[in-house]
Nanobody
Framework: EVQLVQSGGGWVQTGGSLRLSCTAS????????IGWFRQAPGKEREGVSC?????????YYGDSVKGRFTISSDNAKNIVYLQMNNLSPEDTAVYYC???????????????????WGKGTLVTVSS
């Protein structure tokens, strides 16, 4: 069973930055895309970003985070990062790392499709 261990998150003021990390317990980047979902209070879980497995390396960003968030990976360390800049209160949510063989907008809109999940980390952006 693959585990995704998250770190990062916390509290920041509007306009600030945070970085999330997702470390896989096994070298799965050859088989899985890794990415992030988030869930704000009272809202559905939404796809934020993903990075495709090694053979592709393409990325996807949700419309609400394009130009502000950047996803990257350190394959040697089995870590995926989500750099979040220019944060706003609308970004406040629990962020979940997830893994699926495919990184596409269609797949990353369906949280039911994910094979593995991290436990989530809270990001709070104050105005």
């Amino acid at each position: 069973e693959v585990q995704l261990v998250q770190s990062g998150g916390g509290w920041v003021q509007t306009g600030g930055s945070l970085r999330l990390s997702c470390t896989a317990s096994a070298p799965i980047f050859d088989e899985y895309a890794i990415g992030w979902f988030r869930q704000a209070p009272g809202k559905e879980r939404e796809g934020v970003s993903c990075i495709a497995k090694n053979s592709d390396g393409s990325t996807y960003y949700g419309d609400s985070v394009k130009g502000r968030f950047t996803i990257s990976s350190d394959n040697a360390k089995n870590i995926v990062y989500l750099q979040m800049n220019n944060l706003s209160p609308e970004d406040t949510a629990v962020y979940y790392c997830a893994a699926d063989p495919i990184c596409t907008p269609v797949i990353w809109h369906d949280y039911h499709a994910m094979d593995y999940w991290g436990k989530g980390t809270l990001v709070t952006v104050s105005s």
